[in-house]
């Protein structure tokens, strides 16, 4: 089993920043790509930014040039940098990992979620 905790979230006003963290922890054997999602309120959720295990990184159209994410491997760990924020960045943020397990899988795991909520 692989467990991700997220924190960080919270209530910004539009411009403000906030910087997110995920933890992973559990029978990981190697941590793959890591990712944001975000689902707000009557929207499916959506990728925001993801890293794979060799830097490279992808960001979603709409939070290029604001949102930053990065990986610490040492300590299982992604983080997302969320700056110049707008209030259509209100969702709860979800972080992921794809994994191989020392059972031998391989899966996507998912982290509880952290609101972040914009607004003046």
């Known amino acids: 089993q692989v467990q991700l905790v997220e924190s960080g979230g919270g209530l910004v006003q539009p411009g403000g920043s906030l910087r997110l963290s995920c933890a992973a922890s559990?029978?990981?054997?190697?941590?793959?790509?890591m990712a944001w999602y975000r689902q707000a309120p009557g929207k499916q959720r959506e990728v925001v930014a993801y890293?794979?295990?060799?830097?490279?990184?992808n960001y979603a159209d709409s939070v290029k040039g604001r949102f930053i994410i990065s990986r610490d491997d040492a300590k299982n760990a992604v983080y997302l940098q969320l700056n110049s924020l707008k209030s259509e960045d209100t969702a709860v943020y979800y972080c992921s990992a794809s994994v191989t397990t020392t059972g031998g899988g391989f899966n996507d795991y998912w982290g509880q979620g952290t609101q972040v909520t914009v607004s003046s």
């Open positions: 890293i794979n295990n060799d830097g490279s990184t």
């Open positions: 559990g029978s990981i054997v190697r941590i793959y790509s």
